[in-house]
């Protein structure tokens, strides 16, 4: 990490420590039925999100999934309106008409709400990024997709419109081993999913996901070339989904020397290690930012708990299919 400024690993750390403590808020309060329905926990993801958000600009587009929370707290999204959209309330991202990260988007922070079947935001996020093209505008859309999406007719569609045209586009593909209970090999006869942007023309870059470092740079090159109208780029993060599908999920069908494996390459401990070797980080460093994170999730929770449900009437308001 040479290249990448104590003040940039400063930032990621906050970020990355930040988003796994309101995972757990999340988990912990739907443990409690004040969530309800599903949760999807991004625990092992947090370099992969924050590096790849840091590398875009202020006016750059975003299309986050359900395991990109990071990604969503750096674009500008509060822990208190994430909050509040978990528990369904009016002061949520979607006032109240869900109770997840499906649809929490917010254009005027540049980010294009999560659509729950896969990888359909990819379609939206290459139609954002031909109207940057057209418009001649500085911009760069960036989208995600898992190893399972890897495998949908709409991954292949959006990659072949997004390298015929150019598009100002980078395509992040979240390799965590499973698409819900299917491993990799089961669904590809290929190891790595960044071999297929051959077929298309376009770079294809296979980075280790839980290292910030190497995804910030990665995503940060992407960026830059689309930028400059070089086109798009598919980058392949490989990483882990360290809890289940959801949190019914008891990732039962995962092998245990796997997990253990991943436990190892935490991207926390990875990046923590890093400041600790720059003299940016001890022990009473960290317990303080821990003590600031709780604080700041306790006043968001109190925040979300205390602001209303929405009015039944109002039910239809914004909602259009």
Known sequence: MDEINDELLQQAHYWMRLTRALDDRGTFLHKQSKIVGGYFSQIGHEALSVAAAL??????????????LGAYL????????????WLGRETGVTRGRDANLHGMGDLSLGIIGFISHLPASTGVITGVAHAIKLKGE??????????????QGLAHEAMNWASVFKLPMVIICENNQYAYSTPLSRQMAITDIAQRAAGYAMPGVIVDGNDFAAVYRATKEAVERARAGGGPTFIECKTMRMRGHAIHD??????????????????IARIEEVLRSRGLLDDAKLAALLARIEAELDEAQAFAEASPYPDPATLTDGVYA
């Not at 750096?74 to 959209?85: C, D, E, F, H």
């Not at 500085?138 to 495998?151: E, K, L, N, Y």
């Not at 008891?250 to 991207?267: F, G, H, Q, T």
């Open 74 to 85: 750096v674009r500008g999204l509060t822990p208190k309106r994430i909050l509040a959209q």
């Open 55 to 68: 590398s875009l600009g202020p006016r750059d587009i975003i299309a986050p999934m359900h395991r990109d």
């Open 250 to 267: 008891n990732m039962a069908y995962v092998p245990k020397e796997l997990l253990a494996e991943w436990e190892a390459r935490d991207p």
């Open 138 to 151: 500085p911009r760069v859309a960036m989208c995600f997709f898992g190893d399972g999406s890897a495998s």
